[in-house]
């Protein structure tokens, strides 16, 4: 589903703009990613191993953490566009706590 960007759409970040009537959307596509209780609901959500995040992972998480850590990210449902909305490294049980939330 496709929504519009348009004047009255403000920018959240560099990827998600908010429409008055509280919509989310894509800033480069225009796709509905949400609403403004999860502005990332219907994102494309991956996640894979930390070490997939690059050279910057280099400690084994194991020394810390009793589970396994994560590399978590966030696409643009767009099959078009797809772009990266968010990065977060977690661990693997970690719900979806540090989704955008906007009130
Ligand atoms: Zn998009």
């Known amino acids: 589903m496709m929504g519009t960007l ?3 759409a403000r920018r959240v970040d560099d990827n998600v703009s908010l429409k008055l009537d509280g919509t989310s959307l894509c800033s480069h596509c225009g796709a509905v990613l949400g609403d403004s209780s999860d502005v990332l609901r219907a994102a494309h959500w991956r996640t894979q191993p930390a070490a997939q995040a690059g050279p910057c992972i280099r400690v084994d998480a194991s020394q810390f953490v009793n589970e396994p850590v994560r590399l ?3 696409f643009c449902p767009n099959p078009d566009c797809l772009t990266l909305l968010l990065t977060e ?3 693997a049980t970690e719900p979806h706590l540090r989704a955008k939330a906007l009130k």
Do not use: F, L, P, V
């Open 6 to 8: 348009d004047d009255a």
């Open 72 to 74: 978590r990210q966030a």
């Open 89 to 91: 490294i977690i661990t």
